[in-house]
């Protein structure tokens, strides 16, 4: 049974860095598209980043675009986010999500995938 386990949130003062996992398993996730979203109390969730099978394409919202870095190590199955400068508004649940059916761009919705993980609250504090 596919499965994806978020790790690495927590508490973070502003202008600080954290960096979130995303473990894969029970299916060849090397070969989908991974992304990473966010939902804030009260607000939709949003598309942060997302990253092609091969890395060959990366995307990112422009709201973090140059401070956050998607990457993944297909070998072990797993999705990384770099979030460095963070701001009190990037506080939110992160999640990880994976598409296994092909395409060859990185979705932006969340209709764009079909697997997710539980999350990992990220707070950024004043």
């Known amino acids: 049974q596919a499965e994806l386990v978020e790790s690495g949130g927590g508490l973070v003062q502003v202008g600080g860095s954290l960096s979130l996992s995303c473990a894969a398993s029970?299916?060849?996730?090397?070969?989908?598209?991974m992304g990473w979203f966010r939902q804030a109390p009260g607000k939709e969730r949003e598309f942060v980043g997302g990253?092609?099978?091969?890395?060959?394409?990366?995307e990112y919202a422009d709201s973090v675009k140059d401070r956050f870095t998607v990457s993944r190590d297909s070998a072990r199955n797993m999705l990384f986010l770099q979030m460095n400068s963070l701001k009190v508004e990037d506080t939110a649940v992160y999640l990880c999500?994976?598409?296994?059916?092909?395409?060859?761009?990185?979705?932006?919705?969340?209709?764009?995938?079909?697997?997710w993980g539980q999350g990992t609250q990220v707070t950024v504090s004043s």
């Open positions: 029970g299916q060849a996730f090397n070969s989908y598209v």
């Open positions: 990253v092609t099978y091969s890395s060959s394409q990366v």
């Open positions: 999500a994976a598409r296994t059916t092909f395409t060859s761009v990185v979705p932006r919705t969340t209709t764009g995938y079909n697997i």
